[in-house]
Every structure is written in C-alpha cells, then in structure tokens.
C-alpha cells in the first residue's frame, strides 16, 4: 500500500509502517509543508505502531534538519537536530550488532548493510536510546545507530533485506501484535502494512 510524504495528509489504516530512504533534503519545504502527514505519523509511532525508517527515513522522523542556513521541523518522533555536510559523514558497507532489545532484530544479530548520508546529528550529547553498535561504518555517531522510541526503529544503515531474513518476519509479527492489541474486530484478518519513501 503505498503513501506520498509529499501529497498525503494522513496514514491509511494500517499496522505496520516502512519508511525508505531518498533525498529528503531536497524536497524539505515540501515535507515541512504537508505537517498533517507528519502528525498522523508522530500519532502513529506514539501508539506503539510498528515504523521501520532508513537513512532519509531517520531524517524525517528527526526533530529538525539544517540545510543550506535554513531549518526544516520534521515530524519529531526523535528528539534530534540535524545538520547537513558538504561531504560524507557515512559512506561504505555497514556491520552492527544489535545489543539492545527491539521489535525488529532479536539481540545478538550481526546486521550488514550499507550507508551513504550528508547528514549527522547536531548534538550527540541527548541521543535517545540506540540498539546497534556500529562495528564497520559511521551511523549516528559514537559507534552507534538505531535510534528507538516504543516500537519505532531508525537506522541510517540501509539493510540487506536477503541478509537479514528474521527483519520481514519480525515486521510481520509486530504488526500482527499490533493489530491484536486494537480490539477484537481489528484483529481479525492479515495486518497491513504501508511503505512511505522520504522525499520523493
């Protein structure tokens, strides 16, 4: 089921949400424009909906990114400035380990991948809770990436999807769980999920 961050107003009724990466940065005003999506998806993540974000994903669900001398107010799930480089701040494959419990990598999984962002966080000093260590590879910093708030993960790290098989089915199951949770008549049936490319 896919969704436009640019022309949506809000999520569709779903379970689970995808957030991919793109190019958010060059269609800042436009996001920032459409803020009845973002609040639908900040609503979504503090009911305990099942997101999943990567790279421009993880931008768009910051508090704020800095671009070019202006500041652009994301959706804010995570309390996170951004800045914009002129170069690099990750570029090149990815290995972490997940250390920290979450609903999408059971703890103790070795996650590959790769990354490729400008951006970096303003302030590494507040980061919210995390749980991958960066063993290869920049992330957010400080050997870490994966930010987490209830159950919505964001990483900067593109995954290996055929590397990583348990990352489908353990999206499944928390939307399926999800679905449960909103009562008896919702939780009948096959949990629907959505995918939403950030910046496109």
């Known amino acids: ?6 022309e949506s107003s809000s999520l569709p009724p779903i379970d689970g949400l995808y957030i991919g990466g793109g190019f958010p940065e060059t269609q800042a005003e436009k996001l920032c424009a459409n803020r009845a999506l973002m609040n639908s998806v900040r609503s979504a993540a503090d009911s305990g909906m099942p997101i999943y ?18 500041k652009f107010e994301m959706t804010g799930v995570f309390p996170i400035d951004l800045e914009m480089n002129a170069k690099p701040a990750g570029h090149g494959y990815t290995e972490l380990l997940c250390d920290r419990d979450n ?75 999800f679905k449960r949770g909103k009562g008896s008549a919702s939780g009948l ?10 910046g496109y």
């Open 1 to 6: 089921m896919p969704l436009s961050s640019l």
């Open 53 to 70: 974000a990567e790279c421009g994903g993880l931008i768009y669900l910051c508090r704020s990114l800095l671009w070019d001398d202006k």
């Open 103 to 177: 609903p999408f990598f059971g703890t103790g999984t070795a996650i590959r991948g790769h990354e490729f962002h400008y951006t970096r966080p303003v302030d590494n000093s507040d980061c919210p809770k995390t749980s991958l260590k960066v063993k290869r590879g920049s992330g957010l910093g400080n050997e870490r990436d994966g930010l987490l708030y209830k159950n919505t993960m964001a990483a900067y790290t593109h995954i290996h999807a055929a590397g990583n098989v348990e990352w489908a089915h353990r999206f499944i199951a928390a939307a399926a769980e």
């Open 189 to 198: 049936g096959t949990p629907h999920g959505c995918v939403c490319s950030a």
